[in-house]
Each structure stands twice: as C-alpha cells, then as structure tokens.
C-alpha cells in the first residue's frame, strides 16, 4: 500500500502482559515517529527514528517502553508489564526527511485489563 | 514541556454554517499544521503555515499564522456533514527545540447537523 500502516489495529493484553506494536512507514521515508494518543486528547511524541538510530527518545514515559527500527523501514514498539494507563492509541508517521511532513497509519488501539 | 491551547473543545452546528477555531502557544513555532482525524484513523494533513502571517487556503478551508508564530486559526466555510471528525492544530520547530517533532492541541470535536 502507499500508506503508513501499522498492526494490529486492536489490541487486548492483560495487565503485566507484553506488547509489541508494529509499523511500516512510506517506502523510502527515512524518518518514523512514535505517538501516543489517550482518549480525549491531542497526540503525545514518544520517539523518532533517523533510519534506523533513534537520537530522541525523551518522550517515552518509563524504561517499560522500547522502540527499534530495522532495515530503514519496519518499526517495532514494545511495552512490557503493561500497566491500565498504558491504554490508549498508539500512532505511528513517517516523513521522508526530519522536517518534512508526517504521515500517520491509522494507529494501535491498545487496551490494558 | 510545550503545550497548545486549542478551542474550542467542540462545536454542534447545522449543515451550511461556517466554523471557527484557533490555537495559541506559550512559544512560537516555525510551522503551523492543521490535522483532521477520522474514528479509526490516524490524523491526515489538511493545511501547512511555513510563515509568520501567511493565510493559505484548502477548499472551503482557510488557516492562518499568526504573525506572533504563537497561534494559528482554522476556517471551514459552508459546512458539510463529512466535515464532521476531530481537528487538531500543531506546532512544529519550536525556539530551542527539535525541528521535527509536533505538539498538538487537544482538539475540537466537530458535529454537522445535516
């Protein structure tokens, strides 16, 4: 497709579980991001990816959530123990350079039991 | 860390009416992006501001910069139902800050009455 996608689209975990949340950007996109969004409000940045280098990671909110980039393309964001407030819609984007425009998959609705 | 003033929260208005909503920021930012998002769908790009004062126009869609670069408006004319969604502004390349990363208000939930 020519969109960003991402996978799955709905996911159920019990508390404590692990999750690993999949991205795949624009083919040739060298830029990928990470955001959060919480029902209600506006989406919260979490990572980003210079190919597959990782320079910001300030907005991931506990050393329970990871991210990887491979081949310059598919994105993987993992949380471990997953906790209730982790519920939420997890967005990824792509860009084809760090200031270009971003452009988002449909995101991960994640809901923590 | 930034934070974008967005209002309103949401807006009910009858099919035809024209639509008003605006951002402001505590600190300027170099591009001024405006977002529509679908249920079930990542927000999609409706309109980019790139300079302090620019009024740029989408269809039935107006948006301006501030000439502060603290605060943005959005304009939908002559409402239609599939306007309805959420629409949410951004700011990205802030003073002293990253150039790529977006913060985003919060949202207008907007609702046409056909």
């Known amino acids: 497709g020519a969109g960003v996608s991402q996978s799955p689209s709905n996911k159920v975990t019990e508390k404590g579980k692990d999750v690993e949340l999949r991205c795949d950007p624009i083919s040739g996109h060298t830029a990928l991001y990470w955001y959060r969004q919480r029902l209600g409000q506006g989406l919260e940045f979490l990572i980003y990816f210079q190919g597959n280098s990782a320079p910001d990671k300030s907005g991931l909110p506990s050393d329970r959530f990871s991210a990887e980039r491979t081949g310059e393309s598919v994105s993987t964001l993992t949380i471990q123990r997953t906790q209730q407030e982790d519920s939420a819609v997890y967005l990824c984007?792509?860009?084809?350079?760090?200031?270009?425009?971003?452009?988002f998959g449909p995101g991960t609705r994640l809901l923590v039991l | 860390g930034q934070q974008l003033n967005q209002s309103p929260q949401s807006m009910f208005i009858q099919e035809g009416e024209d639509v008003s909503m605006n951002c402001t920021s505590s600190s300027i930012f170099n591009t001024w992006l405006w977002y529509k998002q679908e249920p079930g769908e990542g927000p999609v790009l409706l309109i980019a501001l790139y300079k302090a004062g620019e009024l740029t126009s989408n269809g039935r869609l107006t948006a301006q910069f501030g000439i502060t670069r603290k605060d943005s408006f959005l304009n939908i004319s002559a409402s239609i139902p599939s306007d309805v969604g959420i629409y949410f502004c951004a700011g990205q390349g802030y003073s002293g800050g990253s150039n790529y990363k977006l913060t985003f208000g919060k949202g207008t939930l907007l609702t046409v009455n056909p």
């Open positions: 984007a792509s860009s084809l350079g760090t200031e270009e425009t971003q452009y």
